[in-house]
């Protein structure tokens, strides 16, 4: 964690805590709704519908947007990085990659935000300690997951470096992301749904015609389930935890995701948890602790 925290440490893991379960149970109501939803329409309605959110909670809490053109410039680049350039490449990639690789390829963004800071920006503080917490992360995820996903590496390359994008794009973001310390965590994430609206409506009724659909409840349900939590609330708990854990504190929550999946598939669908997956878990948990482990906690 950076230390940049200034309310009780705990608040903040329980929110890091919702956020890797709201992104984890998206894959549930994406696999519901785009059975019957083309998946650009999908995205069209889930960011507008969050969109309407955000603006109703701006409104709630008679805050406003920015006014200037370089910050709107500035929120265009972020809302591509951690939605439409992201979304847009990882749907492509998984229509060629096993779920599974393409879960452990997506989970990569915290070691891209360690070496992008490392190496490039250095605008948080690196250490042995988050680099360790890092990669044992992503082998978390890799038992979580199942090892013989990696069977498939190198296969399909063009998917798995579409995958290993989308993880980079999300790094970039939660890095960029920091720029808007002038603006609050609900005014730059109505702002960057207004982009995503702006760019992937007009896309959507172009492509897919819409109005020629006719999805079921279950369907429309699961979209409105997934626009509300799983993107207007999860920006909402995002874009404050940028300003609290920092990039790498943000990002470790990748590796949380997998778990999320875990324990949903033991507690809807009586699935059975082996002795690979809690050891996957448990190093998945550590990881995330090493991530965020204040630095003043470690010189004591």
Known sequence: ????????????????????????????????????IPPLTLIALRVTIAGAFLVAVMGWRQERLPRDAKTWRMLLVQSFLNGIGAWT?????QQYVDSGLASVLNSTSPIFVFLFTFLITRH??????????????LLGVVLIVG??????????????????????????????????????????????MI???????PASLIVDKPWTLSPSGSALMAVFVLAIFCTGLALLIYFRLLKTLGSLGVASQAYLRAGIGVLLGIVFLGEQITSVMAMGLLAAIIGVAAINM?????QQ
């Open 89 to 93: 490449v990882l749907a492509w990639g």
């Open 124 to 137: 948080e503080t690196t250490s042995g300690l988050k680099l360790f917490g890092a990669l044992l992360g």
């Open 1 to 36: 964690m950076s230390d940049q925290i200034r309310g009780p440490a705990s608040v903040e893991y329980l929110l890091l805590a919702l956020l890797a379960l709201l992104w984890g149970s998206s894959y549930l109501f994406i696999k519901i709704a785009v059975a019957e």
């Open 147 to 192: 090892v013989d996903v990696l069977a498939g590496l190198g296969q399909q390359v063009a998917g798995q470096l579409a995958a290993v994008a989308g993880a980079m794009l999300y790094a970039c973001a939660s890095i960029y992301g920091k720029r808007f310390t002038h603006l609050s965590a609900t005014a730059i994430a109505t702002a960057t």
């Open 195 to 201: 982009w995503a609206v702006i760019v992937l409506v």
């Open 294 to 298: 204040p630095a003043r906690a470690r």
